[in-house]
């Protein structure tokens, strides 16, 4: 058994990292908590803050598809623009845009959505979902949300020669390049692989390791497969998730950050010259993520004002907004 897989069997006590206030009249309640793990790089990769046990494996779930994405480019994948480079590290809306991207993408390879082995799904994006909805569109493999990083799995594999029947299975030579990689660049063995929501292989690593390994990204060299994914992300922040999305106006706010999500309740941002912010909230629910997120890239420097938006976020009564949803004491 790898090192600190058996880790993944228990749950450690976290503490509470984020709280949901609810006030009105002359009273205020603490309503709800969400506990979790939380760790905080300097640029140097050091740590500058820790709460919970930040060592632990956990599943970064889609948080480690940027390094994934390096892999594909190290296995010969050329993508013909940054765009394409992009939606292989996206967790994408199934808007227009993206399910027409990662079609283009297949079609340069010589393949169809008929090769993709994630699973049919309707479109994450409210007003495209109903609008498919309405008309009796059938779920379609683009529109799942991790298409692009499919249809870049098998565009590496057609490059590099590897068979793409099988291109999900573990033992397949891209999954071993993946796996590999994510052991590279976080400084620690993978401790356990599972099957992912897409049907592909998710890797476990520590939060330590999921900050070391993205922050390596957006400080290497220029032109580098770590720095072209970086500046791909960065570039095209609409492609990473979509409209109205978190990580997409995170982006677009603070010059120079790398953002990416994972499902229950994991979230990875780094920042070149400054650091990297990993966690993941115990719950493995979304509504504590981005204060969680903001708290650690205050640490970083980000300004206050630039990130007041995701500092707190609101709680509703009535027609009104009478609480917030925010980091604890332990964050800072």
């Known amino acids: 058994m790898p090192v600190g897989a058996g880790d993944l069997t228990t749950w450690p006590e976290d503490p509470v990292l984020v709280e949901v206030w609810r006030a009105g009249f002359d009273d205020e309640v603490l309503e709800s908590v969400h506990r979790g793990a939380l760790v905080v790089l300097g640029a140097d990769g050091e740590p500058l803050l820790t709460a919970g046990d930040v060592a632990r494996p956990v599943l970064p779930r889609s948080s480690n598809k940027p390094v994934q994405a390096t892999a594909y480019l190290r296995a010969g994948w050329r993508p013909r623009d940054d765009r394409e480079l992009a939606i292989a590290a996206a967790s994408h809306s199934g808007e227009d845009g993206h399910r027409e991207l990662a079609a283009e993408l297949l079609a340069a390879a010589g393949l169809t959505a008929d090769d993709l082995g994630c699973p049919p799904a309707l479109p994450g994006h409210e007003a495209t979902r109903a609008q498919w909805l309405v008309s009796g569109r059938a779920p379609e493999r683009l529109a799942m949300n991790c298409s ?3 249809a870049a799995m098998l565009s590496a594999c057609v490059a590099a020669g590897w068979p793409t029947a099988g291109y999900l299975d573990p033992g397949h030579p891209l999954q071993r390049a993946i796996e590999a990689r994510l052991g590279e660049v976080s400084g620690e063995p ?3 692989v599972v099957i992912d929501g897409c049907g592909a292989p998710q890797h476990a690593i520590s939060l330590t390791g999921l900050a ?14 770590e720095r072209l994914v970086a500046d791909a992300m960065r570039a095209h922040p609409w492609l990473i998730a979509g409209t ?3 990580d997409t106006e995170l982006m677009q706010a603070v010059d120079g950050l790398l953002v990416k999500g994972g499902a229950d309740g994991v979230h990875v941002a780094a920042l070149p010259g400054k650091g990297a912010v990993a966690l993941k909230l115990d719950d493995g629910g979304d509504r504590g993520r981005t204060p969680a997120l903001a708290a650690g890239l205050l640490r970083l420097g980000v300004p206050a004002e630039t990130l007041s938006r995701w500092v707190s976020t609101p709680v509703s009564g009535g027609e009104g907004v009478v609480g917030s949803v925010r980091a604890s004491a332990v964050l800072g």
């Open 244 to 246: 109205g999305r978190e």
């Open 190 to 192: 993978v401790a356990a």
């Open 148 to 150: 692009g990083k499919h």
């Open 212 to 225: 070391r390994g993205v922050l390596s990204l957006v400080q290497a060299e220029p032109g580098t497969p």
